[in-house]
């Protein structure tokens, strides 16, 4: 947090120096400009497009600012720990998958060849929730197959429960960044009547600037909310393909003991 704020000291001191060098300049080229004619003004104006040449991350701190620190800043702070979350979750997913066809087809060879025990030392050595679940499988083979069978439901969900760990903060975030953003909103709106019930008068130069307040926070939460949105969805995504690995290769683990028993 600190840093944040360092940047954004930075950030308005540039803003600072950049607008004193503008009215530096200013008298100047108002001096040239009266030297023209106002038809070839006009022409120049028409004919040549403004090039600001003005940084991305320049000019995003500058809306940023623009938009009022005291709102913007807790919707970046939404998105900041979202994306956090969701890319741990990434991580953790992206490692916890394992070729399943080879895993399963090891551990029926091993269970085969060397018995139970051997086959629980290549659970143990195998990192992924469906490695996990074949090792409380094994662990009460002795006990019988319907132990087997109940260990591997429960142990599923268990492992379940980890995959989808650190969902909730990411929905919150979702649904709190847009709403923070409308807040902001109400809060610029509020601001335009007050200045307009301060002039005494209408007119665009009273309004913009609680109107720009309003439509940047807006614009912030609603960025944010989709951003967040599209890694919640890809995740779950990659959870759901997870769970149904994990149903089938506990079918399985069933079958594969239930041929072992019968030998």
């Known amino acids: 947090m600190k840093k944040l ?3 954004l000291a930075a950030a308005t001191l540039s803003f600072g120096a950049a607008y004193a060098q503008d009215a530096n300049e200013a008298p100047a080229q108002e001096a040239a400009v009266e030297q023209v004619a106002p038809e070839a003004e006009a022409e120049e104006l028409a004919g040549e497009p403004e090039l600001t040449g003005e940084p991305m991350h320049f000019a995003l701190m500058k809306k940023f600012l623009e938009g009022g620190w005291e709102w913007m800043l807790p919707v970046l ?3 900041v720990l979202g994306l956090a979350i969701a890319i741990e979750r990434i991580l953790y997913l992206t490692m916890s998958q394992i070729n399943t066809k080879k895993f399963v087809a090891d ?5 085969n060849e060397k018995g139970v025990a051997a086959a629980l030392e290549l659970c143990r050595n195998t990192r992924g929730p469906i490695a996990s679940i074949y ?3 094994l662990l009460r ?3 019988g197959l319907e132990a087997v069978e109940k260990a591997v439901v429960s142990y599923g969900s268990v492992q379940q429960g980890h995959l989808e760990s650190g969902l909730s903060w ?4 979702i649904a709190l960044s847009p709403s923070l953003g409308f807040m902001g909103t109400v809060v610029g709106m509020i601001q335009a009547f007050d200045d307009i019930q301060a002039q005494a008068t209408i007119s665009p130069a009273v309004v913009a600037g609680g109107i720009k307040v309003a439509l940047l926070t807006t614009l912030m939460g609603l960025i944010s909310a989709v951003i967040l949105q599209v890694f919640f969805n890809y995740i779950l995504s990659k959870i759901e393909g997870q769970v149904v ?3 089938d290769t ?3 683990l069933i079958d594969m003991l239930t041929a072992y028993n019968k030998r």
């Not at 551990?107 to 269970?111: G, I, P």
């Not at 990411?170 to 975030?173: N, T, V």
Request: some cysteine; aromatic content about 14%; charged content about 15%.
């Open 5 to 7: 704020f360092l940047v």
């Open 77 to 79: 702070v939404c998105l």
């Open 107 to 111: 551990v029926e060879a091993t269970l």
């Open 135 to 137: 090792y409380q499988g």
């Open 141 to 143: 083979y002795d006990q």
């Open 170 to 173: 990411i929905s919150l975030f």
């Open 245 to 247: 690995k994990m149903e």
């Open 250 to 252: 506990s079918i399985s």
